[in-house]
């Protein structure tokens, strides 16, 4: 992928968003990982644990990018993308996803931070990966937008959600967008999707398409479904 080409610039698009929706959670996370500490080792815990969880992440980004190149799993890999981008939607509002205690000492808040990003980040690897398309500077550049948002962005992120709803559901179509276009550009596909005739040109729109209209859809008839049983 050409640098700075209109395909490079989309992509780079989808990343900034896929990070701004999805790394508020890991934000939060180390916030509430260093709220036990004494004042003065809250700000370095943070700093060092976001480094700590921005090194596992960048492993687990070059990991993936290198695994969605084997047969099959870009595939995969956008059947796994669309579950988050329906999750994203249709989240249960348990109120204990983040847990409730902060570590009480230095190190305790780093080993939080680093295994809690690792796990929670997973998601965003894998849009970042999917997005990027095997570009290693889109996604070097994916994990640089990232820090910002994850050190400094948690509030901002959360108030501009709270303010513009519409910004969940922007992130998961683009997120179903990106799952489709793996799905499309599964090389073992390729038949079905990569011919030059009309008809299959029609199939590989259509294909993400129906990811980002059943996304939605999906998500919008489980948030009714519950708002139905609350009320009953």
Known sequence: MEMFSTQWLTALLAIVLI?????????????LAARGLPKHLQKKAIVWGTVGAIVVRSAMTVA???????????????LGLLWIAYKLLAEDDDGEEHGSAG????????????????????????????????????VVIGLLISVPIVVFGSTMVLKLVERFPVII????????????KMIVNENLLGAFFKGPD????????????L?????LAAGWLHNRRRTGEASA
Request: net charge negative; hydrophobic share 65%.
């Open 19 to 31: 990070d701004l929706v999805l790394a508020g959670d890991n934000a939060i996370v180390i916030a």
């Open 64 to 78: 993936v990018v290198w695994l969605l190149k084997i047969p099959g799993l870009m595939l995969v890999g956008g």
């Open 103 to 138: 570590a009480t000492t230095f190190w305790g808040a780093m080993k939080t931070i680093v295994i809690a990003d690792a796990l929670m980040g997973i998601d965003n690897v894998l849009g970042v990966a999917g997005a990027a398309q095997g570009s290693f500077d889109l």
């Open 169 to 180: 559901q922007l992130g998961a179509a683009v997120l179903a967008f990106t799952a489709g």
């Open 198 to 209: 009309t008809l299959s040109q029609v199939a590989y729109w259509g294909v993400i398409m």
């Open 211 to 215: 990811a980002i209209i059943g996304v």
